[in-house]
């Protein structure tokens, strides 16, 4: 007979963890899984962007040819002889990476590599389509023969190379670009019921025009997903908590190497206007003026608790029928004195009655 | 039995079966992080991770304990479920062999991967209930942060973990965090990361997943951040 293990006493945290060697380490790796819980494709994009910024801040030296990475963690050999090699801490952009097939996961903090002896690109779409059989993985290609590095995104693969979009590693982030990023978030996914995805329902029924209960989150949440496609190089940080209450969303970019230094680029309060509760309760305007001056005083105390450069009120409004900005008329000259910028995008409850909308504007236009 | 009255947390499903899933749910996170096939001890070392671990994301521990031994974190239990899952099918293992470690015991060497034939259906059928797809979320980023590491330092994890390199905790004796004791170091720290972050923001649960995993790494290197 064995006896079991013994007990013993657990102390608390031991005194070699303190302070100052977590913050070095916080000081060198802030934002690295801060995107947790987006799509994977979208993490994947962001990650060899960053990867690519660090890599140039570094001042690695890469050969004048592209580099191609594969969202599939698990590598597959082109010849058994030579088998992937793999890369711990891939994106501290350390490690050359031109030349080279990679296969990553989408926090993009490994990868394994094969080298690449084509430089032609059919040659490369053709190893990954026709000889690897990945056609259909999601793709990025880093090209290193321009100036400057740029990345190209196949959300569907190399497979499909029409589909392909470059996305930026050094942006401008002003209020009028986030702005129209969320043009863009809006006419992709919330303009109507059925731009929104399946697990992205914004309307509980919207025939009555009920909007589900939780629709400032759902938008948040989309908000977070194309915001870091639109700037891959910012944290897109939510629900963060302030002394006077949860800041809906905080876009912060830091240096590709000091994480101290911090561009503080905006903060945005999300209000969604209703017509009715989810439950079917109607609400008056005197309590969507309210609900918008809040709003108003919000975005200004965070701004300013959190230094934001730009600080903005985003309604997205889910009334019965678009009004348009009237709805701000009674906080313009608080908003301009707390310098607050009012933005408004209004959701169809039916496509239906969007082109309706749009053919009306049409119609009183071609009037005027 | 509908699923409303199976939830995967009632006292009908035995402590076996969920770790069983709980092992499902490890060896699935390894692959999407690229760790396919993933060794017998660094699996262990990631079960004991999700364990200490859990509280960052606001979840219960699933084994507040572990046996302290040279070779890093090892649950019997957890190896004879191991064993179950390779004997149904569900896993593969590959590499076997057996070495003698330091504590003077055979140790089976080898790693693991899933039959996504007979696993895949489980994690569907995970995938039903809320509270294993929070468990799911938390294990999938612990094993990205993980897979940051080289193997060596995967393998010497627990060497610079707050909680299991705790020197007051003989090998041989029980590090607890969790059954019997409340102190957990580990999670402690990975939650002190949380109000460190330059620009004055709280980082969520995934970046203290990482930063705490880039510590140890850090830890191990003379304490050079990565």
């Known amino acids: 007979m064995t006896s079991g293990p013994r007990r013993s006493k657990v102390s608390g945290a031991p005194d070699a963890w303190e302070g100052g060697d977590l913050k070095a380490t916080v000081d060198k790796n802030a934002g690295i899984g801060s995107d947790a819980g987006l799509p994977e494709d979208v993490r994947f994009a962001r990650g060899i962007v960053n990867l690519v910024r660090s890599q140039i801040a570094e001042g690695t030296a890469n050969r004048p040819c592209p580099a191609v990475f594969l969202l599939q963690p698990n590598a597959r050999a082109l010849d058994e002889s030579v088998q992937p090699r793999r890369v711990p801490m891939l994106n501290n952009g350390k490690v050359p990476i031109a030349g080279r097939l990679w296969y990553v996961n989408e926090a993009v903090v490994s990868g394994k590599y094969l080298e690449l002896e084509a430089t032609d690109d059919d040659e490369i779409f053709s190893i990954v389509t026709d000889r690897l059989?990945?056609?259909?993985?999601?793709?990025?290609?880093?090209?290193?023969?321009?100036?400057?590095?740029?990345?190209?995104?196949?959300?569907?693969?190399?497979?499909?190379?029409?589909?392909?979009?470059?996305?930026?590693?050094?942006?401008?982030?002003?209020?009028?670009?986030?702005?129209?990023?969320?043009?863009r978030i809006h006419e992709k996914s919330l303009l109507t019921p059925d731009a929104n995805s399946v697990a992205g329902k914004l309307w509980k029924n919207a025939t009555?025009?009920?909007?589900i209960k939780n629709a400032e989150d759902v938008v948040q949440m989309y908000l977070r997903i194309g915001l870091t496609m639109a700037f891959p190089t910012c944290d897109i940080r939510h629900e963060q908590p302030s002394a006077v209450g949860r800041l809906d969303l905080k876009i912060e970019e830091s240096d590709a190497l000091d994480k101290t230094d911090v561009k503080r680029h905006a903060i945005l309060e999300l209000k969604v206007l209703r017509s009715y509760s989810s439950s079917g309760k109607p609400l008056s305007a005197a309590q969507t003026g309210k609900w918008i001056e809040s709003g108003v005083n919000q975005a200004h105390y965070y701004g300013k608790e959190w230094h934001a450069k730009g600080k903005a009120l985003c309604c997205f409004d889910m009334r019965q029928e678009p009004t348009g900005e009237h709805c701000f008329s009674h906080v313009r000259k608080l908003a301009k004195d707390l310098q607050v910028e009012l933005k408004l995008w209004f959701l169809f409850r039916s496509s239906e009655r969007m082109r309706r909308a749009t053919s009306n504007q049409t119609t009183s236009g071609a009037k005027e | 039995m509908s699923r409303e009255t199976l939830s995967p947390m009632s006292p009908?499903?035995?402590?076996?079966?969920?770790?069983?899933?709980?092992?499902?749910?490890?060896?699935?996170?390894?692959?999407?992080?690229?760790l396919k096939p993933i060794a017998i001890r660094r699996l262990h070392t990631l079960a004991y991770l999700s364990n200490v671990l859990a509280p960052v994301w606001n979840m219960p521990t699933l084994d507040g304990r572990v046996l302290k031994r040279h070779?890093?974190?090892?649950?019997?239990?957890?190896?004879?479920?191991?064993?179950?899952?390779?004997?149904?099918?569900?896993?593969?293992?590959?590499?076997?062999?057996?070495?003698?470690?330091?504590d003077r015991r055979w140790r089976l060497e080898g790693?693991?991967?899933?039959n996504r034939l007979f696993a895949n259906p489980v994690l569907k059928e995970v995938d039903h209930f809320e509270d294993e797809r929070q468990v799911v979320a938390f294990i999938h980023e612990l094993a990205l942060a993980f897979s940051a590491l080289s193997d060596d330092e995967l393998d010497a994890t627990s060497t610079e973990d707050a909680t299991y390199s705790n020197p007051i905790i003989d090998f041989g004796e029980v590090v607890d965090f969790g059954e019997w004791k409340t102190e957990n170091p580990s999670a402690e720290t990975a939650n002190r990361f949380g109000g460190l972050i330059p620009s004055g923001a709280t980082a969520l649960p995934g970046e203290k997943l990482h930063l705490y995993i880039r510590h140890l790494y850090a830890r191990m290197h003379d304490k050079r951040p990565a």
Do not use: W
């Open chain 2, 12 to 34: 009908e499903m035995t402590d076996s079966v969920r770790r069983r899933v709980r092992l499902i749910i490890l060896i699935d996170a390894a692959e999407n992080a690229g």
């Open chain 1, 133 to 183: 059989q990945l056609g259909t993985v999601t793709a990025a290609i880093v090209e290193h023969r321009t100036k400057t590095p740029a990345v190209r995104f196949y959300p569907r693969g190399l497979g499909e190379p029409d589909d392909m979009r470059v996305i930026p590693i050094a942006a401008t982030v002003t209020l009028n670009q986030i702005f129209n990023a969320i043009d």
């Open chain 2, 111 to 114: 790693s693991y991967s899933l």
């Open chain 1, 208 to 211: 009555k025009c009920h909007p």
């Open chain 2, 71 to 102: 070779g890093g974190p090892f649950y019997p239990a957890l190896q004879r479920d191991l064993d179950h899952l390779v004997g149904s099918g569900i896993a593969r293992i590959s590499g076997l062999s057996h070495v003698h470690d330091k």
